[in-house]
């Protein structure tokens, strides 16, 4: 009588294999879904960054002078920083409209998030799926703008991703940009 069966040391080494190549290809699966939700994360950031500082340093470049003081504390300044939020810039844009750019709380969604101020209406310039860790304007606090020199500001951000990555820590970018003013700066 011959057997046609499967002993049982054959079923468990094909139980083994079975299982040590579902668990390999499982494993890159979860790791191609990762990569691929940090990448997405990083991409996001860049994209809302780049607009972010495209819109802000245009804005900055087309500042007007400020003759007498309505948007600065003091007249004849192009830029002058801010303690709003968590620090910022404000400026007379070249419309002749006050204009503010700044870091704030957004307790909604629990995050810190670039705000823009023009005239009398404010709007968030960055999703809440973004956190702005930091945003600084320089020069450093004696920032000189006599009419001997043409102003200008350097701008300073980082931003990570709010959204939660399911291992490591989410994705961050730092960049910074200088512009100066495009109007030659004289008294008029």
């Not at 079923?11 to 990762?34: Q, W």
Request: aromatic share 8%; hydrophobic share 40%.
């Amino acid at each position: 009588m011959k057997n046609k069966g499967l002993t049982l040391i054959e079923m468990l080494v094909a139980l083994t294999m079975f299982s040590i190549i579902v668990g390999a290809i499982s494993g890159l699966f979860i790791s191609g879904i990762r990569s691929q939700g940090r990448v997405l994360a990083t991409q996001e950031i860049l994209d809302q960054t780049s607009y972010v500082m495209e819109y802000m340093g245009r804005a900055i470049r087309m500042a007007i002078k400020d003759l007498n003081g309505e948007c600065t504390s003091v007249a004849n300044l192009n830029y002058e920083k801010t303690s709003s939020g968590t620090g910022g810039i404000i400026f007379k844009n070249y419309d002749g409209i006050c204009q503010e750019f700044f870091r704030e709380w957004d307790a909604m969604e629990g995050v810190h998030r670039l705000k823009e101020i023009k005239g009398v209406t404010g709007n968030y310039l960055t999703s809440p799926n973004l956190d702005v860790v930091s945003f600084n304007i320089g020069p450093d606090a004696s920032w000189d703008q006599n009419d001997t020199d043409q102003p200008r500001a350097t701008i300073f951000l980082e931003i990570e991703s709010g959204r939660p990555m399911i291992t490591g820590s989410p994705p961050k970018i730092q960049i910074q940009t200088s512009m100066s003013q495009r109007s030659l700066d004289v008294l008029r």
